[in-house]
């Protein structure tokens, strides 16, 4: 009993400088930024200590913010998916090859970090355009008649918006794929499972625990990246991260911003109790 | 002739590269028999086992289950099952599903399964620990789980890939005779991979010493222990002592040329050979009078080993260790002399 509690103060302590970082650095502006969002904004000003629900009622009722709001969630679903199905396979891939394979393969996966996020849309503006390296592969390849662009498209900025948080999400299945003994795929088969019902019964609940994480994780990241989908996306893709810039930049409308912002916390936040409520009971299978 | 047989592997050959790990391998396997491949490690006995359950493919060769041509199909096709050093359970179901799973997946209905489940369990004593998770049971019960998952789907083979090498000691010896009775009682078909003797000794209905992708030897195992084919398989099984000695036109030295005390009763071939004897043969000084091989060396250290003591000698560059119940009344550094019968000996070139 005793053993156990001093067990747990250990864990405490060394817990803290961490907890202790997080709170100050990411508790204390996130309250700030939560008292901000209930306050004036008259004139020009940027803002006026008070209280008012004003800015969250315009969040409601404006079609704007309200299409913005909906554009977000929607692109960052659509791209988490694709991500997490990409990155599951990425992962999946790299866990079965002989170890040879797999320090290439890492570097590969990791190449996108090592390039900051405005170099990398940089590069997109090489691919997309009607001059770009795709239009040019498409046509040579014959399947397209003329030349395209897929510039400033959603698709563009869905593309983009994958190829930022594949790395994360790649890395986070492929520790998850690491802690699975290979010998249980040999196992199934040799109890007669073929493979898909290998992958149903075995590889699926062994790694939906990571498959959760890792889509909350591309989610947390879509929906609040900013630079990749205005850069890539249509003058029109109006997110959330968008508005807040315009908001606080262009417009000086600090508490609307905030309140903007607070929006995309409680999305984070959402995601988070919803994966948790999905993760079975029992999280690790120590073996 | 093929209804007689499990399983027969006919000229099966692997390559890893330009590294060939099994070569030319046959065996057949009667229904009911238990058949251990033992080799140190890299011998190619668990690449051999890995391609009758299908996890490698053949480069050449064939292999038969019941006389029907196997190895094209995948490992879910075979009418095999594997118990794996690791246990290989799912970590994510309980037990009694991980006994379940191969009955599902060979579409054995739910009255039956149930009971099967009932019996493999009971089998191997673990009734009472149908709802526990692997995570929740010891290593031994662990090994003991996935002995009755592969056991409920009653396969034509069992393949047992090195199941007990990572328990202890005890555990292991316990496991061996459990393992051991259930196939006295089951009289289940099994290939059985170790390199540990003392398992393929106790357990197994014939031995095959493997060594460097070859089966060098295939017998019951009392004929391997003593009437072993060849150099390897003497040297493998068991322990024994090596003399490398010279036989130059008069006199018998040792490899440096240097003349020993050794007396044989049949003289050797000229040249270089080797004369191998096991150390429970060796007699020692009093006892070694009038023994027809015979040996003057030095005693140069003693070892106690509980049961017995083991002399170790030299004479020149030879080196012998003799095991004795109880000291012989000599100290390090005596002359003494080493006898043996003729029959005890093997020779070498």
């Not at chain 1, 006026?48 to 909906?70: C, D, K, Q, R």
């Amino acid at each position: 009993m005793t053993a156990q509690r001093r067990k747990q103060r250990t864990a405490l302590l060394l817990l803290l400088p961490a907890l202790v970082i997080v709170l100050i650095f990411f508790g204390l502006p996130t309250i700030f930024m939560a008292r901000m969002s209930f306050n004036l904004h008259p004139d020009q000003r940027l803002f006026v200590p008070g209280f008012t629900f004003e800015h969250y009622g315009a969040l409601l009722s404006n079609p704007v913010f309200t299409g913005a709001i909906w554009t977000t969630v929607k692109l960052a679903v659509m791209a988490s998916i694709a991500t997490v199905v990409i990155g599951y396979a990425f992962a999946l891939i790299v866990w079965l090859k002989p170890p040879r394979w797999r320090l290439l393969l890492i570097g590969v996966a990791l190449c996108p970090l090592l390039i900051s996020e405005i170099a990398i849309i940089f590069g997109w503006w090489m691919f997309f355009p009607k001059n770009g390296l795709l239009s040019y592969a498409l046509l040579s390849l014959g399947l397209v008649n003329d030349k395209i662009s897929l510039m400033y498209t959603e698709f563009a900025a869905f593309v983009g918006l994958i190829y930022v948080t594949l790395p994360y999400c790649f890395f986070i299945l492929l520790s998850i794929f690491d802690g699975i003994d290979r010998r249980l795929i040999e196992a199934s088969g040799d109890l007669g499972a073929p493979p898909l019902t290998t992958f149903r019964e075995v590889l699926l609940p062994l790694t939906w625990t990571g498959l959760l994480v890792a889509f909350s994780q591309s989610f947390i990241w879509t929906m609040g990246t900013y630079a990749t989908p205005s850069a890539l996306g249509p003058d029109t893709l109006w997110t959330v991260g968008y508005l807040i810039q315009e908001q606080m930049l262009g417009k000086h409308n600090w508490p609307l911003a905030a309140a903007l912002s607070m929006v995309l916390v409680l999305g984070v936040a959402a995601v988070m109790v919803l994966t948790r409520s999905l993760m079975p009971k029992r999280a690790s299978y120590h073996v | 002739m093929t209804e007689r047989t499990a399983l027969e592997l006919e000229s099966v050959r692997r390559c890893f590269g330009s590294v060939v790990a099994v070569d030319d391998v046959s065996l057949s396997v009667a229904p009911g028999e238990f058949v251990t491949l033992l080799g140190p490690s890299g011998s190619g006995k668990t690449s051999t086992l890995r391609l009758i359950g299908g996890f490698e493919e053949l480069d050449a060769g064939a292999i038969r289950i019941k006389g029907e041509r196997i190895d094209h199909l995948p490992p879910y096709r075979r009418d095999t099952a594997t118990i794996f050093q690791s246990g290989a359970l799912f970590p994510h179901k309980t037990v009694a599903e991980n006994v379940a799973y191969g009955l599902r997946m060979r579409k054995v209905e739910r009255p039956e399964r149930d009971e099967r489940i009932r019996q493999a369990l009971e089998i191997v004593r673990l009734q009472g620990y149908e709802d526990r998770y692997p995570s929740q049971l010891s290593g031994g019960q662990k090994q003991r789980v996935a002995l009755a998952r592969s056991l409920a789907v009653r396969p034509a083979i069992l393949l047992f890939d090195e199941p007990l090498s990572a328990l202890d000691l005890s555990l292991r010896l316990q496991l061996r005779g459990e393992i051991k009775r259930l196939h006295d009682e089951l009289k289940f078909s099994a290939i059985y991979v170790t390199h540990d003797q003392g398992e393929a000794m106790a357990m197994s209905s014939r031995v095959a010493v493997m060594n460097k992708g070859r089966i060098e030897q295939i017998d019951r195992p009392e004929k391997i222990f003593h009437g072993p084919a060849n150099e390897f398989v003497f040297t493998f099984i068991g322990e024994s002592c090596c003399l490398p000695v010279r036989r130059g036109a008069s006199e018998v030295t040792d490899r440096n040329g240097q003349a020993v005390a050794l007396i044989l009763q049949n003289s050797l071939p000229e040249g270089d050979s080797r004369l191998y004897i096991r150390p429970s043969r060796l007699k020692l000084a009093a006892e070694a009078q009038g023994l027809p091989n015979r040996l003057t060396a030095t005693i140069h250290f003693i070892e106690f080993l509980g049961d017995m003591h083991r002399y170790h000698l030299k004479a020149g560059a030879l080196e012998v260790f003799a095991d004795h119940a109880g000291p012989i009344g000599h100290d390090v550094g005596a002359l003494i002399d080493v006898g043996w019968r003729s029959e005890d000996m093997k020779v070498f070139r």
